[in-house]
């Protein structure tokens, strides 16, 4: 088992309270119990008496993710690198699958206004995977366990029904639009090479 806040490191105990699996730095030791930090901020706030609690990690243990890195694997990486650099493998692949799609979308589109559309998307998905990258790396050094997922995202694009629809309409645009781009490309090979052949009968049947 891997700790759920340090994915990369294993389990050495659980939590009394969540059941969760923790590496040793995340375990804080209340009386002789084991618990993660929000679990004991979670008791802290609902207003039970707060039991003595004995801290047997440094305050710097939590700040793993480094900054420096962090902003070279998000500025200089393609999108979803940052998220694999703290360990939230599920959520990196899913942006740097959308990074891709969107590029062989821009490369598919058969007309201008399409290519214009899909080449704003780069940039919007570039900085919003930045921007939650640094916000997750605030919460991971502040000892909140980050789940890896993208949970959060498919609930905010069903929520959206409007904006969905519509970025599926303008797949499904491009989609067609490259089907039949194919097909009318095959046409003007087909066509000059049926001209030929019917010339060649022409003249055969002439000769007869």
């Known amino acids: 088992m891997q700790c759920i806040a340090h994915p990369t490191r294993p389990a050495a ?7 969760h699996w923790l590496c040793d730095e995340c375990c804080v030791d209340v009386q002789g119990r084991l618990m993660c930090r929000p679990c ?17 990690t440094p305050a710097s243990a939590y700040k793993r993710v480094n900054w420096g890195l962090l902003f070279l694997f998000s500025c200089f990486f393609p999108p979803g690198a940052n998220y694999m650099y703290m360990g939230l493998i599920k959520r990196g692949l899913a942006a740097m699958c959308g990074f891709f799609l969107i590029i062989y979308m821009l490369a598919a589109a058969p007309i201008w206004p399409l290519r214009l559309l899909f080449s704003f998307g780069i940039p919007v998905l570039w900085l919003t995977c930045i921007f939650d990258g640094f916000n997750i790396r605030h919460r991971i050094n502040a000892g909140e366990a980050v789940p890896d997922g993208v949970s959060d995202i498919i609930n905010s694009i069903l929520r959206n029904k409007t904006l969905t629809l519509a970025i599926l309409a303008v ?27 019917f010339g060649l009968y022409v003249l055969l049947r002439r000769k007869k």
């Open 13 to 19: 105990n659980t939590c009394n309270h969540c059941g």
């Open 40 to 56: 004991l901020s979670e008791l802290a706030n609902s207003g039970d008496s707060a039991p003595r609690v004995v801290d047997r």
């Open 171 to 197: 797949i499904a645009i491009t989609f067609v639009g490259r089907i039949f781009g194919f097909v009318f490309g095959l046409l003007s090979m087909a066509i000059p090479i049926l001209a030929i052949l």
